[in-house]
């Protein structure tokens, strides 16, 4: 039986025309079938050549896992045809393409030994990060195994991060253990796969790129943020009771007050609380948290469903994620 056409993910680059741009953000990594590609770095304001690309090669994928921003640019020197892949769309490519698993996995083990060397080299589930790069693998994993889910066992899994992290099974085992522990995976017998909280896992990667991948970034989401947009529901209720629409529309000089009046800031003279209210709406906005309706800003669209489903998550200390990581990283039970 022929394959299926799957345009949605497969793309054609020109020569010249650019696949990943150094300094961008994107959930893109690409596979190359066929072409040539070039990876270049500015240095001292030039572009340095850091390495020829061709098929079966994977670029991008490590924008994936940590989403900061790209470390090079990526351009078609000829005629290229690449799969573009992301966490989503894993189950359609692997299931029109089953021989880009083997692919995905042993570039992503190279990779990952390569960019994170220490971490590796040091082995530490103490830190957040790490636990970030193993549950992007079992994320991975999940979308690979998609179409065959009785492949899912702990031995098919322990396997996995043994490779990749270049540990002991009985480690492996252990990082396995962890995640069953946090409600990430779910025991069962290897008759019947290993059990995947979805949800919880995504859910885990969400929050850990609005907390952490973008720390050095001025864009980061804040614990001030989250208490700021509490306040913004709050307003909402008070004003339009139980909304059933997925956003409404209010004065920003109203939200401001509102917030202002907290003691959220209280210790800040008036023009820095000026400042951090005016940081706080660029980030919220940055996130898809809020909008403006004008240009000149006198009204500000609140976008409740998202909003609300953002605190659901539980990102304050104490809360779910927070939870969580304890488990994770060794410091709770």
């Known amino acids: 039986m022929a394959k299926k056409p799957i345009s949605r993910v497969r793309k054609k680059f020109f020569p010249g025309q650019v696949l990943v741009k150094e300094g961008e ?13 070039s990876v ?12 020829e690309l061709g098929a079966n090669d994977l670029v991008g994928e490590i ?8 470390t090079a640019t990526v351009t078609a020197m000829t005629e290229t045809d690449a799969l573009m892949l992301n966490l989503t769309n894993l189950p359609e490519v692997m299931r029109d393409h089953p021989d880009t698993a083997i692919v995905l996995f042993r570039s992503m083990a190279n990779k990952l030994r390569l960019a994170n060397e220490k971490v590796l080299r040091n082995y530490s ?13 079992t994320r991975l994993w999940v979308a690979a195994t998609e179409s065959n889910v009785e492949s899912r066992t702990p031995v098919d899994l322990c396997e996995k991060i043994r490779i990749v992290f270049d540990i002991s099974a009985e480690e492996a085992q252990s990082l396995i253990n962890r995640m069953i522990a946090a409600g ?8 019947k796969g290993l059990g995947i909280q979805l949800e919880r896992l995504d859910q885990f990667l969400e929050i850990y790129r609005l907390l952490y991948a973008e720390q050095q970034s001025k864009m980061k989401l804040t614990l001030s943020d989250l208490q700021v947009s509490r306040v ?3 307003v909402v209720e008070r ?11 209010l004065p920003t000089l109203e939200l401001k007050e509102a917030v202002l009046s907290t003691d959220l800031w209280l210790n800040y003279s008036e023009p820095e609380r000026e400042r951090l209210w005016e940081d706080c709406i660029l980030r919220l906005t940055r996130h898809g948290l809020v909008g403006w309706r004008h240009e000149e800003r006198s009204e500000i669209i609140v976008l409740i469903r998202k909003m609300m489903n953002l605190l659901a998550l539980g990102l304050e200390p104490g809360g779910v994620f ?5 488990i994770l990283i060794g410091k709770k039970k």
Do not use: M, Y
Not at 126 to 135: A, K, Y
Not at 184 to 191: F, M, T
């Open 40 to 51: 270049t770095k500015k240095v001292g304001g030039r572009d340095q050549l850091l390495a």
């Open 232 to 234: 913004i529901l709050g």
């Open 25 to 37: 953000i994107s959930g893109w990594a690409f596979l190359i079938l066929n072409g040539r590609v």
């Open 184 to 191: 990430i995976l779910s025991d069962s017998s290897e008759a």
């Open 239 to 249: 004003t339009f009771g139980k909304v059933t629409e997925s956003h409404v529309v």
């Open 322 to 326: 927070d939870q969580t990581c304890g």
């Open 63 to 70: 924008s994936v896992i940590d989403r900061k921003p790209r």
């Open 125 to 137: 589930p103490e830190e957040i990060s790490f636990w970030n790069r193993l549950l992007t693998l």
